[in-house]
């Protein structure tokens, strides 16, 4: 986190807050959010897209991705920085309106949405939240249903997918699509309407229904922008068919969240000035070889918001020397065992994630050995740090900290093993604000009904 600095005993403070304090009275594992840096990556980010598609005369508006970490906390930090709610499910659109975000500035998302999850977006604040994003032709029905039934109006949009997946460090465009969201702009043959045309036609055949535009999300982890003026021309070339086709003209153009973060020293993250820049030259150009007007643009950003805010806050405890085959290419590595673990961050035994581990309670002037930062759980995959340098002295009882944990920690931790999972804390200015109390062995017997 930005606010993180190493004090003059050698420990590290985040927010003002030592973390060997944190630790003594908080426990570990322990997710930290630097309420600071949340708040400023979030306006960082809506300053710059402001500025850029202003100078375009466009306007532009933020919904963070709740995905990526959510309670009411971090709603309100988001609301407070102008950004709307980007919610996926139940859980987050309930948590959302519970901290009181504007329904208007909350959006529901989701290929398989439940009944109740529609009928609580629909209801939300004075008309229903401000948009349901439509991820098929079978839900165009469905909520034009659920809202003739309810006697309100549906505010959607329609998530079209373009063949260009982003992520990493590439991107590729391809013809075709095999995978779960959205409906697909190109004709499945030529001189046919396209999926995402077709859907869109039956929107505006329903009533019931407030077409705001149309939405694309290109994926994850994206470092190079190209991906997102890439799917901004399709998107936009499909706004310009419907009008064509219809005298219907979309207000509204989302692009998705996806920019990517740095988790390894050294790193760089998707700049939010470039990115803005680039997105809105490439919208604004898509708009004129269209000829049609330049749409208000949205995004939803949940990892570069979150991501780099947060940590986790770990105490080593065994640490296991482990002799490698002859021929690897090293002769020992160190097994530092954490009292988390895959539990806590799935991340790199999902995804191959890669992230660092410092020590935070001291430092050290032992040489540094390779080690492997593993968790506690019954399994090999365990681990949360392949290959990170400790100081050869890294003892039980250290405190490590893995950093960039914010997006996509707590909010995928699992309590396999029947680990409890981890409560997460604010620190700003000295002061630490609990946000998710500690999950304890209790609370998980509480739902066992034996
Ligand atoms: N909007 C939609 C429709 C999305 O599907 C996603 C992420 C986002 C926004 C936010 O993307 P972000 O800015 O956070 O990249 N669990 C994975 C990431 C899954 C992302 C899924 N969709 C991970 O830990 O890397």
């Known amino acids: 986190p930005r606010t993180a600095v190493r004090r003059a005993d050698g420990s590290v403070a985040v927010g ?23 708040r400023e990556r979030a306006a960082a980010l809506r300053d710059a897209m402001t500025t850029a598609f202003a100078e375009h005369g466009a306007e532009v508006e933020l919904f963070y991705a709740g995905k990526a970490f959510l309670c009411r906390a971090v709603a309100r930090w988001m609301s407070q920085e102008g950004l709307g709610i980007d919610t996926a499910s139940l859980g987050e659109l309930t948590t959302a309106l519970s901290a009181g975000v504007d329904a208007a500035r909350v959006g529901l998302h989701g290929n398989n949405k439940s009944d109740e999850e529609l009928e609580l977006a629909l209801t939300a604040g004075d008309k229903g939240i401000g948009r349901v994003v439509l991820d098929s032709l079978v839900e165009v029905d469905r909520v034009a249903d659920v809202a003739a039934g309810l006697g309100v109006r549906a505010r959607v949009m329609l998530r079209v997918t373009t063949g260009v997946h982003a992520g990493g ?21 030529p001189g046919e309407d396209s999926p995402a045309l077709t859907a869109l036609l039956a929107i505006l055949a329903r009533p019931e229904l407030d077409l705001l535009g149309l939405h694309s999300h290109i994926g994850s982890q994206i470092l190079d922008p190209a991906g997102f003026d890439a799917a901004a021309r399709e998107v936009l070339r499909v706004r310009a068919e419907l009008a064509e086709r219809t005298g219907v003209l979309v207000p509204e153009v989302d692009l998705g969240g996806g920019f990517g973060v740095a988790y390894l020293p050294g790193e760089v993250e998707l700049d939010p000035e470039r990115i803005a820049k680039e997105t809105a030259a490439a919208v604004v150009e898509a708009a004129a070889e269209t000829g049609t007007a330049v749409p208000r643009v949205s995004f939803e950003p949940g990892r570069s918001i979150a991501g780099p805010a947060g940590l986790t806050l770990y105490t080593v405890g065994t640490v296991k020397p482990v002799r490698l085959p ?23 035994a999902l995804y191959g994630a890669a992230y660092h581990a410092e020590l935070v309670g001291r430092t ?6 390779r080690a492997r930062v593993v968790g506690k759980h019954c399994e090999s995959g365990d681990i949360v740090v392949h290959d990170v340098d400790l100081p ?12 960039v944990t914010g997006a996509y920690g707590r909010s995928m931790a699992s309590t396999y093993n029947l680990l409890p999972r981890p409560g997460v804390v604010a620190v700003r200015d000295g002061e630490v604000t609990p946000l998710v109390r ?13």
């Open 16 to 38: 003002d807050v030592g973390l060997p304090e944190l630790a003594a009275a908080q426990g570990t594992p322990l997710y930290v959010v630097d309420e600071r840096d949340m």
């Open 326 to 348: 002859e021929g690897s290419e090293l002769a020992e590595r160190l097994y530092v065992s954490i009292d988390g673990g895959m539990g806590d961050n799935i991340r790199p």
């Open 169 to 189: 460090h590439e991107y590729i465009s391809t013809g075709h699509e095999d995978q779960k969201f959205g409906l697909s702009v190109h004709p499945a043959r």
């Open 438 to 450: 500690r999950e304890s062995v209790a609370d998980l017997l509480a739902l066992d009904l034996g």
């Open 364 to 369: 050290s002037s032992a040489p540094p050995v």
């Open 392 to 403: 050869a002295d890294v003892h039980a009882g250290d405190l490590l900290a893995v950093a």
